[in-house]
């Protein structure tokens, strides 16, 4: 049975579950549609003395945890079916571990999101050389993306709502992307619990714009091991299959009949062993997905994952044309994460939605150009039930 967010919370109130022991840290109480104003606290000081702040924001029955640095999503707590809490998030504890290794958890990724072969791109006729950070290629934008840079952050509330404005400027040149794109991404709690990004961007050059959010999901909780019992749902009848590198061959292959189908919804693990040769490549699905339904004005429906055991489940709604669906392939039991567990190869999962990787480099994919005058747009909206 389905339950929505107020019975939830309601729920766990009535039973005299404490917000202290809902919560992992802040003195947040418990909710529903409160509209509370975000409060901001010191995360951590880089090595050059700059400080990373982490703000709290709670609406009904979410509670998303950010930091400065990266728009990093430390960490993102929903209740279960019976009101309990959980952290759904992957992520570090202390700053030091996001500067030093952190495979993009929970952030922000910008200039391209996802691979650009061998960083090279042409550009009304001007080759440009990008940053080369996975192989020979360009990945998630670079050594220095948008996620390893600290992010003006403002809190705000409107009506019910409580967000954050998060501004971003990578100057022209900055990683090889020709003009200066200023940035701003707004996070939004609306008072059901969902969680909306509005990305903006605009730019003083043509240049190239990808932008998506790197959250590694485990609805049991992170930590709590494998995500292969999640069930998952793509409406999309064809994907991009890649090169060793991970690079798309430029083909829209259709899903039907290989383990890429996940029109009607399955779990995970169901095929993820199928020894299917792109699986083999990517070490699991590491693939980008063209929804069926294209690039849309609104966002709609891109994914729905479901963890049976907890009861959560998470919509996702987009406006572009592609997801990238990752099974955590890369995890490797050497990083520590905020609940004192190590993570294992599938112990998360992403969903990023994006337009499809390499596009500068394939005149048969949607454009990712924007040209000074233009404002790029697009939002994803998260929601959750338990
Ligand atoms: C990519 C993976 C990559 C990972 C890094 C994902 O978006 O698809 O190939 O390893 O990011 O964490």
Not at 12 to 33: E, F, H, K
Not at 240 to 247: E, K, R
Request: glycine fraction near 12%; proline fraction near 4%.
């Amino acid at each position: 049975m389905e339950l929505n967010r107020r019975t939830v919370i309601a729920g766990a109130a009535a039973a005299g579950v404490a917000a202290s022991a809902l919560g992992t840290g802040t003195a947040q109480a418990a909710t529903s549609g409160g509209g509370k104003k975000p409060v901001k606290e010191l995360f951590g000081t880089l090595a050059d003395g700059s400080k990373v702040y982490r703000w709290s924001l709670e609406n009904g029955g979410t509670r998303l945890k950010v930091l400065s640095w990266g728009g990093v999503v430390q960490s993102l707590e929903l209740p279960d079916r019976h009101g309990k809490y959980a952290n759904v998030s992957l992520g570090f504890d202390n700053i030091a571990d996001y500067v030093a290794k952190t495979p993009y958890f929970g952030a922000l990724i910008g200039r391209y999101g996802n691979r650009i072969a061998k960083g090279q791109f042409t550009l009304d006729g001007k080759s440009y050389q990008l940053s080369v950070n996975d192989g020979v290629n360009s990945l998630h934008g670079g050594t220095q993306g948008f996620d390893k840079h600290i992010w003006d952050v403002e809190g705000f509330t409107s009506g019910s709502d409580v967000g954050l404005h998060l501004y971003y400027t990578s100057v022209d040149g900055e990683m090889g992307y020709p003009g200066t794109l200023k940035v701003k991404v707004t996070y939004t709690l609306n008072k059901h619990g969902d969680w909306r990004i509005d990305y903006e961007a605009t730019t003083d050059k043509a240049t190239v714009v990808n932008l998506t959010s790197h959250v590694y999901w485990n609805l049991a909780g992170e930590g709590s091991g494998t995500i292969e019992h999640h069930e998952l749902t793509i409406p999309a009848s064809r994907y991009t299959p890649t090169d060793s590198g991970l690079i798309p061959t430029g083909e829209l292959a259709k899903v039907s009949a290989t383990p890429f189908d996940f029109r009607k919804t399955k779990p995970i693990g169901r095929d993820i062993r199928a020894g299917h040769v792109q699986q083999v490549q990517a070490k699991g699905y590491d693939h980008n997905w063209a929804l069926d339904k294209g690039i849309t004005a609104k966002p709609e429906h891109a994914a729905t994952l479901h963890d049976p055991h907890s009861g959560r489940t998470l919509k996702i709604a987009s406006d572009q044309p592609g997801l990238q669906f990752y099974t955590g392939n890369f995890l490797d039991g050497t990083l520590t994460g905020t609940g004192g567990h190590t993570y294992r190869q599938g112990d998360a999962l992403c969903l990023e939605t994006q337009h499809f990787p390499d596009s500068p480099n394939h005149a048969n994919f949607p454009s990712t150009v924007l040209r000074p005058g233009q404002t790029y747009k697009t939002s994803t909206i998260h929601t959750f039930s338990s």
